[in-house]
T-cell receptor, first 113, second 110 residues
């Protein structure tokens, strides 16, 4: 089944403890991206990647890192999480060509205390 | 800079009534516009995109470049349409930066 898989679905951590949220797609998509969803703010793009080893900042990249060493994987790294990063995170992928729809993962609900 | 505005946070309509979810955008080039839907406890999924000019689940959306709008419409609302709807924009020719609106929650009252 074609899908985008995120792990974990729920994560509770403490301020400053490094964490990684994984994202994997099995559709051979070139484009992958991360979003955070907050009430009243909708979805905001954190980082995106056009292909392996090609990444760029979205609208809210501060406090996040990404890497794209393989086409299928695009992990989101929080080196030193803070409470303002408590949010619902979505990974998405697409073929990247104009008009290609985004395929979303199920989301990761992160709480930083 | 590109921007997407969805002015209504919540839209409540009765079953069988027409629905119009508003979306306005700001972008200097040629945009690709989409509507995504998120049903309760589910992932976001594509509803429709302007380049395909199709009707999905009875919904349609027309790109009006003069008014820079991409409103989502359905003539008769169904209870199963209750969900969160997001309008999104990306530059034509690629997904370099996708901008979403803040979303509109559609509530269909039985």
């Amino acid at each position: 089944e074609a899908q985008v898989t995120q792990n974990p679905r729920y994560l509770i951590t403490v301020t400053g403890k490094k964490l990684t949220v994984t994202c994997s797609q099995n559709m051979n998509h070139e484009y992958m991206s991360w979003y955070r969803q907050d009430p009243g703010l909708g979805l905001r793009q954190i980082y995106y990647s056009m292909n392996v080893e090609v990444t760029d900042k979205g609208d809210v990249p501060e406090g996040y890192k990404v890497s794209r060493k393989e086409k299928r994987n695009f992990p989101l790294i929080l080196e030193s999480p803070s409470p303002n990063q408590t949010s619902l995170y979505f990974c998405a992928s697409s073929f990247g060509a104009g008009g290609s729809p985004l395929h979303f993962g199920n989301g990761t609900r992160l709480t930083v205390t | 800079a590109q921007r997407v505005t969805q002015p209504e946070k919540l839209l409540s309509v009765f079953k069988g009534a027409p629905v119009e979810l508003k979306c306005n955008y700001s972008y200097s080039g040629s945009p690709e516009l989409f509507w995504y839907v998120q049903y309760s406890r589910q992932r976001l999924q594509l509803l429709l995109r302007h380049i395909s000019r199709e009707s999905i689940k009875g919904f349609t959306a027309d790109l009006n470049k003069g008014e820079t709008s991409f409103h989502l419409k359905k003539p008769f609302a169904q209870e199963e349409d209750s969900a969160m709807y997001y309008c999104a924009l990306s530059p034509a020719g690629g997904y370099q930066k996708v901008t979403f609106g803040t979303g509109t929650k559609l509530q269909v009252i039985p």
